[in-house]
């Protein structure tokens, strides 16, 4: 099975430990992004997975493309050249201070990248799934432009299209990922959505549902994906359940619909106590690739993803280091931690 993913590969700057910007001297250097991070959770599960992106030809950008290949990635597709890798400064938040993330990705290469950068045709041959998130297009209209062209590639060569539609305010403006993603969703067979992204980019929200509050209405998401399924005639759409307590620990869980036999399947809940929260909802868009790809039910599709999610905010990091073996340990009930001999 081999799967492409998408989107940007950016530098992650971040204070050690729990510092705040303001104090701290040094701050720690790795890449992350949402598509190469489902890409590598993709490639530890042993699929032939990679990812698609532009980035410099000087240093920094060929310590972007190492940063996959360690893993295991596909870098054999990426596009060189531009100036810029974009960054963003993480400082991770506790108890009740919440995380800040900063973008500075103006004018990167992806940012930059034209439709002629990106042989389509070429990229998709014997390829079986392609993934992308909202965050892409949200990088500028040409990246739109680029995205839109991927998909109509992936239809014609008969590949399944998920999207994450991970909605970025300070990307872009509700108006304009609902004009993008109306188009893109088209497209589109497994939305992996969250409490607040069907909200923000299409206006379907859950009733009685207070996600600042942590409380959350099962039968409320089962309406957002029915809303969703029947507006894009989706096959399947999943939705993420985080039941934010504080910045240290969530709730969280997870839906999938599948609509052609009508199904809606809830996982397990898992209290996290969290270590890096960032690529989590990665983690679970790359586990609910590699399940649904390998032929799992929907619900132990769904229990794959959520417990490949909740390893991950174990994890420092962007990348999500697990194996298929230790994700189906957890998916199967084993969630005890105790030490491996």
């Known amino acids: 099975m081999k799967v492409v993913t998408f989107g940007e590969l950016m530098v992650r700057l971040q204070p050690f430990n729990y510092e705040r910007f303001v104090q701290a001297n040094n701050l720690e250097f790795t890449f992350g992004g949402g598509e190469a991070n489902v890409a590598v959770s993709l490639a530890n599960y042993g699929l032939d997975a990679a990812f698609v992106t532009k980035l410099p030809a000087h240093a920094i950008g060929q310590a972007a493309v190492n940063s996959l290949r360690r893993y295991g990635v596909d870098t054999s597709m990426i596009t060189r050249g531009g100036d810029r890798v974009g960054i963003y400064y993480n400082e991770k938040g506790a108890s009740q201070r919440g995380s800040v993330c900063i973008y500075d990705r103006a004018n990167s290469a992806i940012q930059l990248a034209q439709p002629s950068d990106f042989d389509w045709d070429k990229i998709f041959e014997g390829v079986d799934w392609f993934h992308f998130t909202g965050i892409t297009p949200a990088l500028g209209q040409n990246v739109v ?30 108006e304009q990922a609902r004009a993008a993603m109306t188009e893109l969703c088209q497209y589109v067979d497994v939305c992996i959505s969250n409490e ?47 039941e934010s307590h504080n910045a240290s620990e969530n709730g969280w869980s997870a839906m999938l619909y599948d609509v052609a036999s009508d199904e809606y399947c809830f996982s397990k809940k898992y209290e996290l106590k969290i270590i890096d929260r960032v690529g989590g909802g990665d983690s679970f868009g790359g586990g609910l690739i590699y399940a649904l790809l390998t032929g799992k039910s929907t619900q132990d599709a769904v229990e794959f993803a959520v417990a490949a999610s909740a390893l991950k905010h174990s994890i420092e990091g962007d990348y999500n280091m697990m194996t298929v073996a230790e994700v189906e340990k957890l998916a199967g009930g084993d969630g005890s931690g105790r030490i491996q001999r």
């Open 145 to 174: 432009e680029i995205c839109l062209e991927a998909c109509k590639a992936a239809k014609a060569h008969g590949v399944k299209i998920s999207c994450d539609l991970n909605y970025r305010g300070k990307l872009w403006t509700r």
């Open 196 to 242: 607040e992204d069907a909200k923000d980019v299409f206006g379907i929200e859950a009733e009685a549902t207070d996600i600042y509050g942590g409380k959350l209405n099962a039968e409320g998401y089962k309406s957002v994906a029915k809303q969703l399924a029947d507006k894009f005639h989706f096959e399947k759409v999943a939705i993420t359940l985080r």
